[in-house]
Nanobody, 116 residues
């Protein structure tokens, strides 16, 4: 069973930056979309950003201009560069892969805490 593993989370001061990475434990063929979601305490999981195989990307309004998603198709990795972090960005961040067949994979999550 292939698993996704996130890394790069941690504690950062407001205005700081973090770069999240997500790697698969094995090869996943025909990945269509790679996404980042987040879930804050007491809130529903929400889509942060997504990028499809052709390179087109979307981001939630709350992170536009601050977060950038990118992917490496050769290594099946996805990244989330987070700049100008705010306390409201505090959440557990999850990566999610969707294959062309529609099946998906979730990571276990990495904690991001923005606090002074």
């Amino acid at each position: 069973q292939v698993q996704l593993v996130e890394s790069g989370g941690g504690l950062v001061q407001p205005g700081g930056s973090l770069r999240l990475s997500c790697a698969a434990s094995g090869r996943i063929f025909s990945i269509y979309a790679m996404d980042w979601y987040r879930q804050a305490p007491g809130k529903q999981r929400e889509l942060v950003a997504a990028i499809v195989s052709g390179g087109s990307a979307v981001a939630a309004d709350s992170v536009k201009g601050r977060f950038t998603i990118s992917r490496n198709n050769a290594t099946d990795m996805v990244y989330l560069q987070m700049n100008s972090l705010k306390p409201e960005d505090t959440a557990v961040y999850y990566c999610h892969y969707v294959r062309e067949s529609g099946s998906g994979y979730w990571g276990q999550g990495t904690q991001v805490t923005v606090s002074s």
